[in-house]
């Protein structure tokens, strides 16, 4: 059973450059999540896809979109990059609920953007 | 808005040595806790996780935790560790309705032999 996958693994881009970042997530789960790990940081919530809509967002930039398609993988975007956006960037997933609460996540080992 | 707070930002311990992790969070609602742990080069893993019911829970690899409810606290505990436990430590909470995971900002644990 293959857990949450990411790619690229790694990735250079340049100021101003457009990035787009891919997750599979753990099979049965229909919720997936992106967050952003700063060096030394915590990992800090981006926003969260349930049936291929955005359901929650945090304190980030429109810059920051993303997408989720029918079989639950889903897309990071992040346009006109800056310096600031380089960071671990982590996918989680998990299976939504009664209630609207979701299992617990599962993470995968993120894509580690760097911007020069 | 809701926050976790993790007081130990690196500890060495010896093996052996008992640990403790301290995590506390801000909201008066109804909260899910959880502690992951990233070992160098690895994903993201959870140790254990707190929903309801029994406020001390065991999770994996020997680690237990204890919701403390009036002190807004989540710590994690283990008698005795190893060398293999060096790793960093997240405290995450999840509130209300919401799922998404507010995390602290970690803990470095380092095992010396």
């Known amino acids: 059973d293959a857990g949450v996958t990411q790619s690229p693994t790694h990735l250079i881009k340049t100021r101003g450059q457009q990035v787009t970042l891919r997750c599979s997530p753990k099979?049965?789960?229909?919720?997936v999540s992106w967050y952003q790990q700063a060096l030394g940081q915590g990992p800090q919530f981006i926003f969260q896809?349930?049936?291929?809509?955005?359901?929650q967002r945090g304190n980030f930039p429109d810059r920051f979109s993303g997408h989720q398609f029918p079989n639950y993988s889903s897309e990071l975007n992040v346009n006109a990059l800056l310096l600031g956006d380089s960071a671990l960037y982590l996918c989680?997933?998990?299976?939504?609920?009664?209630?609207?609460?979701?299992?617990?996540?599962?993470f995968g080992q993120g894509t580690r953007l760097t911007v020069v | 808005a809701q926050s976790v707070s993790q007081h130990n930002h690196h500890v060495i311990l010896s093996e052996a040595a008992s640990l403790e992790l301290g995590c506390n969070y801000s909201?008066?609602?109804?909260?899910?806790l959880f502690w992951y742990v990233q070992y160098p080069g690895q994903h993201l893993q959870l140790l254990l996780k707190?929903?309801?019911?029994?406020?001390l829970v065991k999770g994996i690899k020997g680690f237990e935790a204890e919701f403390i409810k009036s002190k807004f606290s989540f710590n994690l505990r283990k008698p005795s560790v190893q060398w293999s436990d060096t790793a960093e430590y997240f405290c995450?909470?999840?509130?209300?309705?919401?799922?998404?995971?507010?995390f602290g900002t970690g803990t470095r644990l380092q095992v010396t032999l």
């Open positions: 989680a997933s998990s299976r939504r609920r009664v209630g609207n609460r979701n299992t617990e996540a599962f």
């Open positions: 099979s049965g789960h229909d919720t």
């Open positions: 896809y349930y049936e291929e809509e955005e359901r």
């Open positions: 909201y008066g609602g109804t909260v899910n």
């Open positions: 707190y929903f309801s019911g029994d406020p």
């Open positions: 995450a909470v999840v509130t209300g309705t919401a799922s998404k995971l507010t």
